[in-house]
């Protein structure tokens, strides 16, 4: 079965850097586009960014543009969104997701908590 | 960017009853429409993509409609593992946003 477990959250301070990682297993990982999606403590879902199925395009939302990186390793299945500058509008859990086909989300990961605060 | 507006922002109902949530769009955007539900806690799942195709495994309870701007989503029959927030998402290559989201409570 479609798994997807993210590791590497925690807590940082505001102009530090982290990394969040992607593990995916049950599908062909290369045949599809991944995305990051967002959630604030209690707030509403903020898309983040995405990747082609091959890693050559990412395209990311104005609100992290210039300050997170996302990157994939088929021959590994993983994904992984570097985040520098780090704000504390950052502060939310992350979620990643299999896209399917058509920039919607049909597998979500269980999401992973990252907290940006002095 | 294309803003999406979801009404009520909550409601309560009771079991059985029949609920329409509603998502406008800010400009037109075919049927380039999804929605998803989420439980306290857990991920987001979908429901429906394309504005009316029910995902895999969801109940044939849940139906959406609609194209352009307005959109719907219709609870036939509330069960008690339907109270959760539901949130509409605009999908294209540049351009992926949510709604604010619409939470259902037990009256």
């Known amino acids: 079965q479609v798994q997807l477990v993210e590791s590497g959250g925690g807590l940082v301070k505001p102009g530090g850097s982290l990394t969040v990682s992607c593990a995916a297993s049950g599908f062909t990982f290369s045949d599809y586009y991944m995305h990051w999606i967002r959630q604030a403590p209690g707030k509403g879902l903020e898309w983040v960014a995405y990747i082609s199925s091959s890693g050559k395009t990412a395209f990311y939302a104005d609100s992290v543009k210039g300050r997170f990186t996302l990157s994939r390793d088929n021959a590994k299945n993983s994904l992984s969104l570097q985040m520098n500058s780090l704000r504390d509008g950052d502060t939310a859990t992350y979620y990643c997701?299999?896209?399917?086909?058509?920039?919607?989300?049909?597998?979500w990961g269980q999401g992973i908590l990252v907290a940006v605060s002095s | 960017a294309i803003q999406l507006t979801q009404s009520p922002s909550s409601l309560s109902a009771s079991v059985g009853d029949r609920v329409t949530l509603t998502c406008r769009a800010s400009q037109g955007i075919d049927s380039d429409l999804a929605w998803y539900q989420q439980k306290p806690g857990k991920a987001p799942s979908l429901l429906l993509s394309?504005?009316?195709s029910l995902a895999s495994g969801v109940p044939s309870r849940f139906s959406g409609s609609g194209s352009g701007t307005d959109f719907t989503l219709t609870i036939s029959s509330l069960q008690p593992e339907d109270f959760a927030t539901y949130y509409c998402?605009?999908?294209?290559?540049?351009?992926?946003?949510f709604g604010g989201g619409t939470k259902v409570e037990i009256k």
């Open positions: 394309d504005a009316s």
């Open positions: 997701a299999r896209d399917e086909g058509s920039y919607t989300f049909d597998f």
């Open positions: 998402q605009h999908f294209s290559i540049y351009d992926l946003t």
